[in-house]
């Protein structure tokens, strides 16, 4: 990427958050660095503003499941139903952001360390970070499946070769009860939402 091209993208989200770029000190004598530097510190000084306006994260789960908010708003980003993500955690890790299985996933979201980095997951025991790389990764595999929720679970839980090679969910007895119990599990939270009150 050139060096015009990186200052074109930091004063397009100059623009979108609002704050006006540094101004230029001449096209042909101004350094990157001396651009970064105003980009950060412009950035810096307006990151508490943005934050404190930015809306409480609401939740679109029953009351009592746990991390609803941070699901909801992870499953909205991706264009994901916010039922099935929490449907996927609870069977992934019971909702428990210190969960660990043999083969070495981790997090709420059970990403493994691979998975996790090409999904740009620094640290997944952070709650907020696994479930926005989950939700990240069953994005991509019902994009992969045409929208296919059960090729799409399956392909999460057994990967997305084995359900290429089967056509299908595969068949081991782990991947076909994972992709029936995250679809209960989901259902039920779909069932048991709390009604978006109207104003």
Known sequence: MSV???????????????????????????????QLAGATTATATAAPAASAAAPAAVSELP??????AEITAAAKKHGIDP????????????????????????????????????????????????????AKYLRQQLDAFGGDVTKALAAYNAGPGAVQRYGGVPPYAETQHYVQVVQENAARYRTAAPTPSIP
Request: glycine residues 14%; hydrophobic residues 45%; charged residues 10%.
């Open 4 to 34: 015009e091209a990186v200052v074109a993208r930091v004063n397009e989200l100059h623009a979108l958050i609002g704050v006006r770029p540094p101004a230029p000190t001449g096209a042909t004598s101004s350094t990157f660095a001396t």
């Open 83 to 134: 039922a099935l993500l929490a449907g996927l955690v609870k069977q992934e890790s019971g909702f428990n952001p210190n969960a660990g299985s043999p083969a070495g996933a981790r997090g709420l979201a059970q990403l493994m360390p691979g998975t996790a980095a090409g999904l740009g997951v620094t640290n997944v025991l952070d709650p907020l970070q696994s479930l926005d790389g989950g």
């Open 63 to 68: 009351a009592d499941v746990p991390f609803g």
